[in-house]
Structures are given as structure tokens and as C-alpha cells.
T-cell receptor, first 117, second 115 residues
Framework: DAGVTQSPTHLIKTRGQQVTLRCSPK?????VSWYQQALGQGPQFIFQ???????QRGNFPDRFSGHQFPNYSSELNVNALLLGDSALYLC????????????????FGPGTRLTVT | AQKITQTQPGMFVQEKEAVTLDCTYD???????LFWYKQPSSGEMIFLIY??????QNATEGRYSLNFQKARKSANLVISASQLGDSAMYFC????????????FGKGTHLIIQP
């Protein structure tokens, strides 16, 4: 049973460019969350997708957008990259609904290391 | 707004000793969940243990236990019989307000187990 997968592993972009990161959730999971983890910090919640819609959003500007596909996989897009966007981007999947007791646990992927120069 | 505070940036512990990692939290939500994650140098966040705010007993998972003191708003992680493989960053996190699923994380504690 594959866990959460993310691609690419590493990425280097130039300031002002746009980037797309990809995430495939754990089998059976229908909800995907994205987090940004700057060096030496804890992860910060960006947003969560369920049923192809943004269900919840953290305190991030509109330059950060996302999408969820019918197969539950998800993309994170960041426009007009800033040097401060350099971070590890983590995807987490979970299964909220459809069970008698929704799971609380979020399974994280290995992350994408984004460097903006 | 929620807040997680981890006051120990780094800890050195001898192998086989027990270790307690501190976590305090702040929320106005009457119902919430508290998590501990382990992050090795590879970067992946590994779930360790969960405590619901209405759970009557402290959570345990193998060598991990959570010392939950609701009145003090603390949720300390206790690792018994530490192993070299326990060396990693440890994050305390809280489930979002109103039952929302986005997690709020602390800044983490870097635990180093010495032989």
C-alpha cells in the first residue's frame, strides 16, 4: 500500500517564476492538505482540499492556489515566487468522511524542497 | 487563534533513558485534538500519538505516551527507553478550530540520543 507521494523531490526556481507541486494521497484517502515548512520552523498550514474544492485555508496570500482532481490527487501552485517561498512543502492526506468514526490522522509525504534564487 | 509552544529547542539524552518533550497550547475551542509528529532528517513527518480533548485517559502508543494536563493546557510527550533511532525533530500540533482539519504546529524540539 503506497503512502503519500510527492513530486518533484527538489526544485530550483527563479524569483518571479511560477511553480507546480504534485501530491498523490494514500490509498483510500479523500482529503489533501498542504503545508509550508521554512528551515528551522514547524510546518504552516496552507490549505486543504476535499471533493475537489478548497475546504479550509491558512494565512497565505492568493499567490498560493491549488487543485484537487477526481482521483483525489492534488497540485499546489505558487505564482510570482519570492525568495521567502523557499521551503519544504509537505502534503498530507486523510480520510474525513464516510466512516462511522472519521480518522483524525494525517499521513505526510516526503515533501518537495523548493529553492527560489 | 490557536498557538502551540515548545520551549526546548534541543535536548541531549542518554540511550535507554526516558525523555519528556514539553508542549503547551492555547485555544478557545472547547473541542480539539493534540498530535505529536517525528521528523527525521529525511523530512517526512511521522505520526506518533494523538490525544482528544475529551479523552478520559492519556494516550499511549508503544514507547510513546502523552501526559495530558487539560487544566494546565499541556500535552507533553514521554518516550520511554530511548533509542538511537529516536534522534529527530519532534513537533507538537493541534487540530484546527471548529473541527477543521488544518494543523497548527509548534517550532519543534531537536532530540539527540547519545550512546
Amino acid at each position: 500500500d503506497a503512502g503519500v507521494t510527492q513530486s518533484p523531490t527538489h526544485l530550483i526556481k527563479t524569483r518571479g517564476q511560477q511553480v507546480t507541486l504534485r501530491c498523490s494521497p494514500k490509498s483510500g484517502h479523500d482529503t489533501v492538505s498542504w503545508y509550508q515548512q521554512a528551515l528551522g520552523q514547524g510546518p504552516q498550514f496552507i490549505f486543504q482540499y476535499y471533493e475537489e474544492e478548497e475546504r479550509q485555508r491558512g494565512n497565505f496570500p492568493d499567490r498560493f492556489s491549488g487543485h484537487q482532481f477526481p482521483n483525489y490527487s492534488s497540485e499546489l501552485n505558487v505564482n510570482a515566487l519570492l525568495l521567502g517561498d523557499s521551503a519544504l512543502y509537505l502534503c498530507a492526506s486523510s480520510f474525513l468522511f464516510g466512516q462511522s468514526e472519521p480518522t483524525y490522522e494525517q499521513y505526510f509525504g516526503p515533501g518537495t524542497r523548493l529553492t527560489v534564487t | 487563534a490557536q498557538k502551540i509552544t515548545q520551549t526546548q529547542p534541543g535536548m541531549f539524552v542518554q540511550e535507554k533513558e526516558a525523555v519528556t518533550l514539553d508542549c503547551t497550547y492555547d485555544t478557545s475551542d472547547p473541542s480539539y485534538g493534540l498530535f505529536w509528529y517525528k521528523q527525521p532528517s529525511s523530512g517526512e513527518m511521522i505520526f506518533l500519538i494523538y490525544q482528544g480533548s475529551y479523552d478520559q485517559q492519556n494516550a499511549t502508543e508503544g514507547r510513546y505516551s502523552l501526559n495530558f494536563q487539560k487544566a494546565r493546557k499541556s500535552a507533553n510527550l514521554v518516550i520511554s527507553a530511548s533509542q538511537l533511532g529516536d534522534s529527530a525533530m519532534y513537533f507538537c500540533a493541534m487540530k484546527g478550530e471548529g473541527g477543521a482539519d488544518g494543523l497548527t504546529f509548534g517550532k519543534g524540539t531537536h532530540l539527540i540520543i547519545q550512546p
